[in-house]
């Protein structure tokens, strides 16, 4: 990845795919499996083996001591990985014994890591493949919409911005912004302790922060939202997801002004979810209010946050990757020590993101509650207009119009049509990405009627 990242970092863009494939041999033990590593593509052109090999050594022994040769895997899966990204620039196999990691836990934990992994590279596709003896198993990770974020003196970043949320039944086809939009912040310089620096970490050390806020709803700013959770990412130097659950961030609500963001209450959710191996996630509480009617307003669009931090390390004394490696490992070992050591300017930071980001949510919430207060005027206007008129057929035009029996249901009628002709209302933005567009005959007709 280090090696990838200083090539693309000179104007290549990444791109290639990177096939991870856990595999058995049939006269296997059961306590002992096959990892093949293999890489092709734009991504890691020029990367040679050769030098890589004594590191790649040093690595399989220090984190796998029980390693053994490994054989090698079916010719049939690396071409057909050949034939979607090239020839093959990095391949590596070993085998792992009594490592019990044939359990649905440990599979699942590998995929999570991947996709994490993924969001912040969405230029290398993921291949994950298990051919195990009890079960077959294949997942691939590509970005469907992928983003560029630059900051200066420092290598681009592409990252997966697609979001699953479907649009709400009402928004028009082919109008929906499926891909949410990063928002850099400022760099955060970062002190070394003296533990760490004992131990050879030393530089410039610093985290860049990273939010995108999704579903994007750009497009209708009369949408109601409500963000439910916040995922905080934090990634290496080699842009590799730091796993393991932090004490730092655990307690990081505790720290933080809820009522400056805007938030009712943030809690972090328990860390034995499989998905808090690689990133923490905070639950958003929500005041209920008890005056509020549900059929005056549309349900509101759900939204998290994804909070990437990229940690950023550079010595001038420090160019081989083995010891690059090395101090990628410090860091990891000393993480906690570090974000302690400056525990007051890392709130202070992400208070700042989180209080940005959060802004503009904030305006939409406001003006969302005075247009409601202003339906409700309209609403009332219009009934008081309709019940007191004394020609029938003016009356019975408006029932025939809206499409109703008598008064009742035509109140209900106009709540939701002025709802619909309100809330739904687009704004084309093009700094959004656009969706499929899809023939959709009559796109604003009913509610240019209903206007």
């Not at 359990?103 to 699942?108: D, H, M, N």
């Amino acid at each position: 990845m280090l090696l990838g990242k200083q090539r693309y970092g000179r104007g290549l863009k990444p791109s290639g795919g990177l096939l991870v494939l856990i595999w058995t041999e049939p006269e296997a033990s059961a306590q002992s499996v096959n990892c093949t590593v293999a890489a092709a593509g734009r991504w890691c052109i020029g990367i040679q083996m050769e030098a890589l090999q004594p590191v790649l050594t040093a690595l399989k022994e220090s984190m796998f001591p029980s390693a053994l040769q490994c054989p090698q895997p079916d010719p049939e899966e690396l071409w057909a990985f050949t034939d979607l990204h090239g020839s093959l620039q990095i391949l590596l196999s070993f085998k792992i014994k009594h490592a019990r990691p044939l359990s649905t836990v440990w599979c699942a934990q590998i995929e999570v890591f991947l996709h994490t992994f993924s969001l912040a590279n969405a230029g290398i596709s993921i291949h994950l493949k298990f051919k195990l003896s009890q079960q077959n198993f294949e997942r691939e990770f590509r970005a469907k919409i992928s983003r560029q974020v630059s900051w200066a003196n420092q290598q681009s970043l592409l990252l997966d911005v697609t979001s699953s949320k479907q649009p709400p039944e009402c928004v028009r086809k082919g109008c929906w912004c499926y891909g949410g939009h990063p928002v850099p912040g400022g760099r955060l310089p970062l002190s070394i302790p003296p533990p760490a620096m004992n131990q050879g970490l030393f530089g410039e050390l610093s985290v860049q922060p990273v939010t995108v806020l999704s579903p994007c709803v750009l497009q209708y700013p009369n949408l109601p939202t409500q963000l439910t959770h916040i995922r905080l990412l934090l990634f290496s130097p080699s842009n590799v997801p730091v796993t393991g659950p932090s004490t730092f961030f655990q307690n990081l609500p505790a720290h933080l002004d809820c009522e400056t963001l805007g938030l009712h209450g943030l809690h972090c959710s328990s860390i034995k979810d499989l998905v808090h191996s690689v990133c923490t996630v905070y639950t958003v509480e929500h005041e209920h209010c008890k005056d509020q009617e549900p059929e005056s307003s549309p349900p509101p669009i759900q939204q998290s946050l994804l909070l990437f931090l990229f940690l950023q390390h550079s010595d001038p004394f420090t160019q081989l990757p083995s010891d690059i490696m090395a101090s990628e490992a410090l860091m990891e070992h000393h993480l906690e020590d570090i974000l302690n050591n400056n525990q007051q300017a890392v709130t202070a930071a992400m208070e700042t993101e989180l209080r940005n980001t959060l802004r503009a949510q904030y305006h939409r919430k406001k003006g969302h509650e005075k247009l409601c207060s202003a339906s409700e005027v309209i609403l009332s206007s219009c009934m008081s207009i309709v019940s007191s008129s004394s020609n029938m057929g003016f009356r019975n035009t408006c029932l025939n119009i809206m499409k109703v029996c008598d008064t009742h249901d035509l109140s209900a009628s106009l709540r939701e049509s002025l709802m619909r002709v309100t809330s739904w209302k687009r704004i084309p933005r093009s700094t959004c990405h656009p969706a499929e567009m899809e023939l959709h005959p009559a796109a604003n007709g009913p509610t240019r009627a209903e206007i």
